[in-house]
């Protein structure tokens, strides 16, 4: 069964359960959206009736989630349900508190489809509509006005007139979300490949001018704007070492350390910068980069200066090197140890760097008896 069915599946199985214990339940928000829209619904959340007390009663793996919004997580079959007690007196009330008409939809255990704002016939329309005409939805939560351009970007849809207003009157109020949760945006945005149109909605956006740090460098922004994000590599390396480049030496860790991305992340870009600084490369620069990250440099380099074939030649000489990570040596310490039982551990890995660097640069062939005989005559 594949995830969509699955995740829908039991989330029906705990909106029955629910139901049948008298309690009024629906499949709230994105689920219903995406199901219509027959896209994957990876998350199924539930409305309901029943109290915290009740929830915790019906089903015997229960996790708090949200207790501000009164939120449990209800795990059946490795697969997990947020299931939300209701805070209003009627469902129409809660969707009404959502940000846009294709998310207040709700959907009950018979199949109908509580939808107050013709949610079902903007997507139909594609179109991305405020629930709020006066749009005060954006004021209860600012994060809203990005979230509607990735919404836009992933369902390839339009925002209305009415919202765009909106958002226009409100921009500067983007500032307020946290970081975190500006960058948890940009990631669904960078996981939806973005191509020319959706770099053109985006960076278009009243919004834009008002995210510190990124996407700074005006040549790269527009060169952006012809192109895809790669379908291959990593797309949220992609996406973040682009929008914390910069020509002049500032760091992309500022970037990355004020929207709280991972160590790993600001090690990568830091080393694709480098790796960009020095350019042309050799053979050990392209080694240490790796596959993943040279992808990512490649594509860089050509938004910065228009030329495919560079990042095409990196990575047919990247195919060419001996190895590609230390594992693929055919000695290691313990084979040399066998032979110099004398050295130290220190020694070891001394004749170890050095033999890995040899073999990527093609001085030493990487075969097991040419580097016992360019180990022994190293030591004497």
């Known amino acids: 069964m594949n995830k969509q069915s699955e995740s829908l599946r039991i989330g029906y199985k ?47 793996n229960v996790h708090a989630v949200g207790a501000k919004h009164g939120t449990l997580l209800v795990v059946i079959e490795k697969t997990a349900v947020e299931v939300t007690v209701m805070q209003t007196e009627t469902v129409e009330e809660d969707l009404a508190a959502r940000d846009f008409t294709v998310n207040a939809m709700a959907e009950k255990h018979d199949g109908s489809i509580v939808d107050p704002f013709n949610g079902l016939a903007d997507l139909t329309l594609k179109t991305i509509r405020s629930c709020a005409a006066d749009g005060s939805n954006f004021d209860r939560d600012p994060l809203r006005m990005l979230r509607a351009y990735r919404l836009a970007i992933e369902l390839a849809f339009k925002i209305d007139d009415a919202a765009l207003a909106q958002i226009q009157a409100r921009k500067a109020l983007i500032s307020e979300p946290a970081a975190e ?19 053109e909605l985006f960076f278009s956006a009243p919004i834009f001018p008002h995210f510190p740090l990124i996407f700074r460098e005006e040549s790269l922004v527009q060169s952006l704007q012809k192109r895809s994000l790669p379908a291959e590599g990593d797309a949220l390396l992609h996406w973040w070492t682009a929008a914390s480049y910069t020509a002049d030496a500032v760091s992309p860790a500022a970037a990355l350390s004020y929207y709280r991305r991972s160590n790993q992340l600001k090690k990568d870009t830091a080393a694709i910068a480098a790796f960009l600084a020095a350019a042309p490369p050799t053979a050990v620069d392209l080694y240490h980069l790796g596959e993943k990250r040279l992808i990512t440099a490649s594509f860089l380099y050509e938004c910065l200066y228009e030329d495919a074939a560079v990042g095409e030649e990196w990575r047919q000489m990247y195919e060419r090197l001996p190895i590609k990570q230390r594992k693929e040596m055919q000695t290691d310490g313990k084979k040399i140890l066998r032979e110099h039982p004398f050295l130290t551990g220190q020694q070891v890995g001394v004749l170890l760097n050095e033999a890995e660097m040899k073999i990527v640069q093609g001085s030493v062939l990487n075969e097991e008896t040419a580097l016992a005989d360019w180990i022994r005559s190293r030591i004497k």
């Open 181 to 199: 949760r500006l960058a948890a945006e940009f990631d669904k945005i960078a996981l939806c490949r973005p191509g020319p149109s959706d770099w």
């Open 14 to 60: 705990v909106m029955t359960r629910l139901t049948s214990a008298g309690f009024d339940t629906w499949i709230v928000g994105g689920a219903v959206r995406d199901k219509y829209l027959q896209r994957d619904v990876r998350d199924v959340d539930l409305l309901t009736a029943a109290s915290r007390e009740d929830i915790e009663q019906l089903f015997e």
